[in-house]
């Protein structure tokens, strides 16, 4: 069975801190998606990436194939980075529908 | 509008009332996917649309779940003699390409469907 493992479940910082969260996965994928959730529900898609590292700002993600690993950081966190963090597996095929984690609710407090 | 747009945004409905989710994806998208979330959990597959084509309707819970995309565009998620368990969200995704892999996903806000 395909699955997505997330860690933690709950998160709180205090702003400025170096935050990260893991992902772990069953099998080998396509790609590995970093998604973030507001309250209320919408999900933007932070990254996407099958090898190595992508930062954009002062988030960075890495995945390390051979582990079946990924990890989402945060750095200089700040209360508006507050939000639920969900890792997603796309494992091939021709559709590419996502494999959800249960998602890190991160709270950084000012 | 440039983004995925679902409606409404909440539903509420009494336990054996049908109800339709509306999905409008970004334009000149060929993916479409519906996935369910329910408190507290990660979202989770229901169905895909390849334009008008539903490829795939494996994740959908029971025969009342029936989805549509007529003429590969807006998408229509119908729930028949709803039950409480059907809470949730309900989020639509799309994604440029037949086939998503390597594609980013565009989500709507979802339909937080409650059920009475």
């Known amino acids: 069975k395909n699955e997505v493992e997330q860690s933690p479940q709950n998160l709180t910082a205090q702003e400025g801190e170096f935050i990260t969260i893991n992902c772990s996965y069953s099998?080998?994928?396509?790609?590995l998606h970093w998604l973030q959730q507001h309250p209320g529900g919408g999900i933007v898609s932070l990254f996407m990436?099958?090898?190595g590292k992508k930062k954009h700002g002062r988030l960075i993600a890495t995945i390390n194939i051979q582990e079946k690993h990924s990890s989402l950081h945060i750095t200089a966190s700040h209360p508006r980075d507050s939000a639920v963090y969900i890792c997603?597996?796309?494992?091939?095929?021709?559709?590419?529908?996502?494999?959800f984690g249960k998602g890190t609710k991160l709270s950084v407090k000012p | 509008g440039a983004g995925v747009s679902q409606s409404p945004r909440y539903k509420v409905a009494k336990r054996g009332q049908d109800v339709a989710l509306r999905c409008d994806p970004i334009?000149?998208?060929?993916?479409l996917f519906w996935y369910q979330q329910a408190l507290g959990q990660g979202p989770e597959f229901l169905t895909y649309?390849?334009?008008?084509?539903?490829?795939?309707k494996s994740g959908l819970p029971s025969d009342r779940f029936f989805a549509e995309r007529p003429e590969g565009s807006v998408s229509t998620l119908k729930i028949q003699r709803t039950q409480q368990e059907d809470s949730a969200v309900y989020l639509c995704?799309?994604?440029?390409?037949?086939?998503?892999?390597?594609?980013?996903?565009?989500f709507g806000d979802g339909t937080r469907l409650s059920i009475l």
């Open positions: 334009s000149g998208h060929v993916s």
């Open positions: 099998v080998g994928i396509s790609a």
């Open positions: 997603a597996a796309q494992y091939g095929g021709s559709q590419g529908n996502l494999i």
């Open positions: 649309f390849q334009n008008e084509a539903q490829l795939d």
């Open positions: 990436l099958s090898s």
């Open positions: 995704a799309s994604s440029l390409a037949p086939g998503a892999n390597y594609q980013p996903q565009h």
